[in-house]
């Protein structure tokens, strides 16, 4: 393992030219860089300087070894000053995960704004729902997360992770304009008890909301299609194959011959930003600030 010292004491040789204006600029004396460049020689096997008049020039070795000794400071520059920023810039990776709908209505808004207000912040983005994601925040491989709570089946949140709502919003059961009960403005879950349901897969948070609306006004619901996509979902229930629960910011773009009720009582899904208490960073405190000032849609109420 080469020392740095020694690389800066050849990549100023290389810069300046002689031994003598190398010291000067590191403020060393001229014994001090020949002997940092004689203990470089037997680390690196060869021969770095030569002879050159009375002063010395770099060999072939010399100059391979300070190309490299160049990158390695300018990258060692850079690393002190992202380091020196942390306190006042928001920089480095943001590593994001949420569910579809609040990526789709939510980030990209925020991270425009993120893009032009710290340009030297690198965002990534994963889709999934909040029993992939959650686990993935806890081991670290995720900063933020925007996952669902459902007032039906409010969402379990770990030891050591921090929540914020970011949306509220009103939750329609979406039928069929041919559905018999399609003219209606609003109804009761429990009027749908022969009814077909399509939903997200089991064990995601709209799947066990459904479930235990259902069941909790005694109706075990039939589930025949489970997509993971709420414009999936819409599609076959324009075709009155199915309903479907739908939060607001999902109902748009509808295929023609849907119709949205409100229920009886009112079903509510909140947005919920999730991080590690202990990772508050300024990264992750930048996007909860972006994605906090985004503006609600139809439904939504956004939360301070």
């Not at 910011?249 to 011959?257: D, K, L």
Request: hydrophobic content about 40%.
């Amino acid at each position: 393992m080469f020392s740095i010292e020694r690389l800066r004491a050849l990549a100023a040789v290389a810069t300046h030219g002689s031994i003598a204006q190398a010291a000067r600029t590191l403020r060393m004396t001229p014994s001090g860089v020949s002997q940092q460049l004689a203990k470089l020689e037997r680390e690196a096997g060869h021969p770095l300087l030569e002879p050159h008049g009375r002063s010395v020039r770099l060999t072939h070795a010399g100059r391979v070894l300070a190309g490299h000794a160049d990158r390695l400071l300018c990258q060692l520059a850079a690393a002190q000053a992202d380091l020196a920023d942390l306190g006042d810039e928001v920089l480095g990776p943001l590593r994001l995960g949420g569910i579809g709908s609040a990526v789709r209505n939510l980030l990209p808004d925020a991270l425009a704004a993120l893009a032009e207000a710290h340009p030297r912040l690198t965002p990534t983005v994963v889709d999934g729902e909040a029993f992939d994601l959650l686990p993935r925040l806890l081991n670290g491989e995720l900063d933020l997360l925007l996952v669902e709570s459902w007032a039906a089946r409010p969402l379990s949140v770990p030891e050591g992770v921090r929540v914020r709502t970011l949306v509220s919003e009103e939750v329609h059961i979406a039928l069929s304009e041919r559905h018999p009960l399609g003219d209606r403005d609003t109804l009761d879950p429990a009027d749908l008890a022969d009814t077909v349901w399509a939903c997200c897969p089991p064990g995601t948070e709209p799947y066990e909301a459904l479930v235990q609306t259902l069941r909790s006004r005694g109706i075990e619901p039939d589930i025949r299609y489970l997509v993971a996509e709420h414009s999936t979902q819409l599609a076959l229930v324009s075709r009155n194959l199915a309903a479907c629960l739908t939060p607001a910011m999902s109902r748009h773009p509808a295929p023609p011959g849907v119709r949205f009720l409100s229920t009886r009582p009112a079903l509510r899904r909140d947005i919920r930003a999730a991080w590690p208490a202990r990772g508050e960073s300024p990264p992750v405190r930048a996007c909860l600030e972006a994605v906090s000032r985004g503006g609600g849609g139809t439904g939504r109420s956004r939360q301070g």
